[in-house]
């Protein structure tokens, strides 16, 4: 009876832990430094859920991406690198060669400019792997002006980005260093 109890004890205690990383909330920042929404990154087996809500958005459709560095640095955002792409695939959900680890569906914003969105980052995970999101010092998300045609290269001629917000590994750390240069692309272009 006590191992059932000791079994059922460490369990418990695992479930604990797992919930800590298996979901994670970011703030969402426009280039001025002002927040506007927060998005929730939650691990499902698929990959990892994507719920956001955002404001100060023109209406229509936007791009919006997952990108390498968990560091936003408006008011362009460059300091977030490019796309998410451990994979080293094309960009866009609708390229035979692609997509990127980080390349998510557009999102709408209605007329009074607000995003609340659920996207799913397929087969990516909050968890330790190769497909993590929180891998070195984290990633971020990036919304783009415009739309993401979901097939130019490198990054769906969706704009400038306009709202990022940081997902850190370790949230508390001060992570500013990027892992690759932006300026360097894929194929010599500029990524939006």
């Known amino acids: 009876m006590r191992l059932i109890y000791a079994i059922l004890f460490v369990l418990l205690l695992s479930a604990c832990q797992t919930n800590e990383t298996s979901v994670r909330e970011i703030d969402m920042y426009n ?49 977030a690198g490019n796309h998410f792409n451990p994979e080293g695939k094309k960009h866009g959900l609708m390229n035979p060669d692609g997509p990127h680890l980080g390349d998510l569906p557009n999102v709408e914003a209605d007329s009074s400019g607000m995003a609340d969105n659920e996207l799913m980052l397929a087969d990516a995970t909050l968890l330790e792997g190769k497909k993590s999101i929180l891998k070195e010092d984290g990633t971020s998300l990036i919304i783009h002006e415009g739309k993401d045609d979901g097939v130019t290269q490198p990054g769906g001629d ?33 990524e939006e």
């Not at 850190?168 to 272009?189: A, C, R, W």
């Open 158 to 190: 969706a704009g400038p980005r306009i709202i990022c917000g940081e997902l850190k590994t370790n949230p508390e750390e001060d992570n500013t260093e990027s892992s690759t240069d932006p300026t360097e692309q894929n194929e010599g272009e500029e």
């Open 31 to 79: 280039g001025s430094g002002d927040m506007v929404g927060t998005a929730t990154f939650s691990e499902h087996p698929e990959g990892v859920q994507v719920t956001m809500k955002v404001e100060g958005l023109s209406p229509g459709f936007h791009g919006i991406q997952l990108h390498e560095n968990p560091t936003c640095e408006g008011p362009n955002f460059r300091s």
